[in-house]
């Protein structure tokens, strides 16, 4: 049997199991017996209980900083959408795997930590990235917290409806939770600098879609120190 055969099949019997037995009273054993696999076979593939439901978390944070480090200056704000798109069309392919998990992480407080500390790190790699684009503009640590934090709010804010089962259009919604935060950010540089315009593909019509980026103009400009 190969790594990835053994992969699903205990993936497969380990959420079984959770949703017959719940998690706690589900040992590695069980899972294994369940999987038609050993015990070393279990630890040979996964680490612990655990990481049967979270086994994918690295490898998507690794296609997060590629799309990241594959960006321009110019093509930043793109590159940021399209990263935390990575993460939502990551959880839609997985379907019902992904609804087992959220019925768990609702329902078993450790569980619930690790998945807060996944969001934390995919927030602290969009927070690292943000900061290097904006480098020295005024307030650009800052300026990079809240804009990772909000587009990790706006991701989990789409996700979570979808596995809640309040929406049949993730990616459009997705789209226009992103155009929010791009409002909000779409112009952070050297006060000297000018306007910058930003080109994204949005699902948003024009007469929603201009007034958002009007605003965002307006209140940039609104917060520049004036000349003396």
């Known amino acids: 049997m190969s790594k990835q055969d053994a992969k699903a ?15 706690d009273r589900t040992t590695v054993e069980d899972i294994a017996e369940r999987a038609g696999v050993g015990r070393t076979t279990f630890f040979r593939t996964y680490g612990s209980k655990e990481d049967v439901i979270f086994p994918d978390h690295d490898d998507v944070v690794r296609r997060i ?15 940021i959408a399209e990263a935390a798109r990575i993460v939502l069309q990551h959880y839609l392919s997985e379907g019902d ?3 087992a998990r959220y019925r768990l992480t609702s329902s078993v407080p450790a569980l619930r930590a690790r998945e807060i500390a996944g969001i934390q790190q995919y ?7 943000i900061h290097s684009w904006m480098g020295s503009a005024p307030q650009a640590e800052l300026r990079a917290e809240l804009m ?11 996700l979570r ?18 155009d929010e935060v791009i ?3 779409a112009e952070h540089g050297d006060t000297d600098a000018g306007t910058a315009v930003v080109v994204l593909r949005s699902s948003l019509d024009m007469e929603t879609l201009l007034p958002a980026l009007r605003r965002a103009v307006l209140t940039d400009r609104e917060s520049r120190p004036r000349p003396e």
């Open 183 to 185: 409002a909000l950010f």
């Open 65 to 79: 900083e590629a799309r990241l480090a594959a960006s321009t200056q110019e093509t930043s704000l793109v590159a």
């Open 148 to 158: 990772a934090a909000a587009v990790v709010t706006a991701h989990n804010h789409v």
């Open 9 to 23: 099949r205990l993936a497969e019997a380990a959420f079984a199991l959770f949703e017959e037995r719940g998690y």
């Open 123 to 129: 927030q602290r790699v969009f927070r690292e990235f």
């Open 161 to 178: 409806r979808w596995l809640r089962g309040d929406t049949k259009r993730p990616e459009q919604e997705f789209d226009r939770a992103m």
């Open 97 to 99: 795997l992904a609804l």
